[in-house]
């Protein structure tokens, strides 16, 4: 199936730094907590907002994401130097086996991620780290007028990453949105 571009409005939102109320860059990093030799991806990168984040503080970071004219947005801003940006499908990803020490999902999990986690394992190593902030069902937060399934239960996301393969070694509700940390047993 063919992928409608972004129009202007929607890719607008996604380099809008207000995004940051949902996960700043200092809790993503907090959250990850890489190390300065760490390889990272950003799965699901989308325009590169909090791609741009991680770039300070891990080794090398990929921006990946299944829309090459996102890649394109964000090559349209200053990419660091550290990042490159991978167009993939999450359920295929370009990467040995064992290569990431971690990665980051950054509300876009609700777009079929799921089935991409058993491709994911593959990819980070044994006690790497995954991070997914995502639109929380009970969160009191505004709804914004997204699509009802784009609300997911954090319990439902734990047992996901469970049934994957990872530990899980934080999780938390949030006002609009979630967070769930695993490490790959």
Same mark, same amino acid.
């Given at each position: 199936?063919? #992928? ?23 809790? /993503? &990093? ?23 984040? /991680?770039?300070? *503080?891990?080794?090398? $970071?990929?921006?990946?994401? +299944?829309?090459?004219?996102?890649? =394109? +947005? ?7 130097? %550290? *990042? =490159?940006? $991978?167009?993939?499908?999450?359920? %295929?990803?370009?990467?040995?086996? %064992?290569? /990431?020490?971690?990665?980051?999902? #950054? ?12 491709? #994911?394992? &593959? *990819? ?6 995954? +991070? ?15 699509? !009802? ?19 899980? $070694? !934080? ?7 979630? $967070?769930? #940390?695993? =490490? /790959? &047993?």
């Amino acid at each position: 199936m063919p #992928i409608t571009p972004y129009d202007q409005e929607r890719i607008s939102k996604l380099t809008d730094p207000s995004a940051f109320r949902y996960c700043s860059g200092e809790e /993503l &990093r907090r959250f990850l907590a890489p190390r300065p030799d760490w390889r990272v991806a950003d799965f699901g990168s989308g325009a590169g907002l909090f791609t741009t984040e /991680l770039a300070p *503080v891990a080794d090398t $970071v990929f921006a990946v994401d +299944v829309r090459r004219d996102l890649h =394109t +947005v964000y090559r349209e801003h200053e990419i660091p130097a %550290n *990042v =490159t940006p $991978v167009t993939a499908d999450f359920a %295929n990803l370009p990467f040995p086996d %064992n290569h /990431l020490d971690g990665g980051v999902s #950054i509300r876009t999990y609700h777009h079929g991620f799921e089935s991409a986690l058993d491709e #994911i394992a &593959r *990819v980070v190593r044994p006690g790497g780290r995954l +991070v997914i902030v995502d639109w929380s069902a009970t969160g009191a937060g505004e709804r914004d007028g997204r699509d !009802e399934e784009e609300y997911l239960n954090l319990a439902t996301v734990q047992l996901h990453l469970l049934e994957a393969g990872f530990h899980i $070694v !934080e999780a938390q509700e949030r006002r609009e949105t979630f $967070v769930v #940390i695993g =490490t /790959l &047993r």
